[in-house]
C-alpha cells in the first residue's frame, strides 16, 4: 500500500473514530439531560470537539440523534436492513414455528438492551417536537413492516392458533415486543432482560400458535 493510500486509511478511521465519540457524547447528554436540554455546543464540548465539526459531520441535531437510532438498532454501523440481517433472515426461513418465535424474542431483546435508552429520548420529547414525534413514527412504521414480514412467515408455514388471522397476529406481535412493554417490565419491574426475551418467546407461541 503506497503512503498516500496510507494517509487516507488513517485519515477514514480518525473520521469514523471522531463521528463515533460524537455519537457517544450525544447519547449520554440526551439520556441525562433530555434532548430539548442538550445543545449542539454541549455535545461538542462533551466529545471534545469544535461545534463546526459537529454541524458538519451531521448537520442537525436531529440527524444525530435519527443516526444514533439507526445505529443502536442495527448493532452496527454496515447499512443493512433488518430484514436483510441473517439472524432475522434464518428466522423467517425457519421451518420450525416456535424456534421462529424463540428467535424473534431473542433478536428483540439484543436490539432492545442497545436501543432502549435512545428510544426513551425520543419518545419523551417526540411530544414536544415535531420533527422527532416524525422520527418515533418511523421507527413504529419500520418496526410493523419487520414484524408483518415475520408473521406472515409464520402463517405460510402452518395454521394459527383458532380464531386469529395474519392481521391480529401481527397486532399482539407488536404488541408484546413493544418497547413500551419491555421498557415497563426490565425498568419499572426490575426484570432481566433474559426474564423478558423468555417471558416474551412463550407468550408469542401462547397467543400466534395452536395449542398442542
Known amino acids: 500500500m503506497s ?15 471522531n463521528r463515533r465519540r460524537m455519537r457517544a457524547a450525544a447519547l449520554a447528554l440526551f439520556a ?15 466529545a471534545g470537539v469544535a461545534v463546526q465539526t459537529l ?23 454496515e447499512p443493512v436492513p433488518t430484514l ?8 423467517i426461513d425457519d421451518p ?5 418465535l424463540r428467535e424473534q424474542a431473542r ?10 435508552p435512545v428510544l426513551q429520548v425520543v419518545a419523551n420529547a417526540a411530544s414536544a417536537d ?24 409464520l402463517a405460510a408455514k402452518g395454521p394459527l392458533r383458532d380464531g386469529l388471522d395474519t392481521a391480529m397476529a401481527i397486532d399482539i406481535a407488536l404488541a408484546l415486543q413493544s418497547p413500551e412493554m419491555y421498557q415497563y417490565l426490565t425498568k419499572r419491574r426490575g426484570w432481566s432482560p433474559s ?18
Open 3 to 17: 503512503a498516500r493510500a496510507d494517509q487516507a486509511t488513517s485519515r477514514a478511521d480518525k473520521a469514523r473514530a
Open 32 to 46: 441525562d439531560r433530555g434532548y430539548a436540554s442538550t445543545s449542539m455546543q454541549a455535545i461538542a464540548d462533551e
Open 55 to 77: 454541524y458538519f459531520t451531521f448537520g442537525t441535531k436531529r440527524a444525530l440523534l435519527s443516526e444514533i437510532l439507526d445505529i443502536e438498532v442495527a448493532g452496527d454501523e
Open 84 to 91: 436483510e440481517r441473517p439472524g432475522v433472515l434464518a428466522a
Open 96 to 100: 420450525d414455528r416456535e424456534r421462529q
Open 107 to 116: 433478536i428483540a431483546r439484543e436490539i432492545y438492551q442497545r436501543v432502549a
Open 130 to 153: 415535531p420533527e422527532l414525534a416524525e422520527l418515533w413514527e418511523t421507527n413504529n412504521t419500520q418496526r410493523a413492516t419487520v414484524m408483518e414480514r415475520l408473521i406472515s412467515a
Open 195 to 212: 426474564r423478558w426475551e423468555q417471558w416474551t418467546a412463550d407468550a408469542l407461541i401462547t397467543q400466534l400458535l395452536p395449542s398442542r
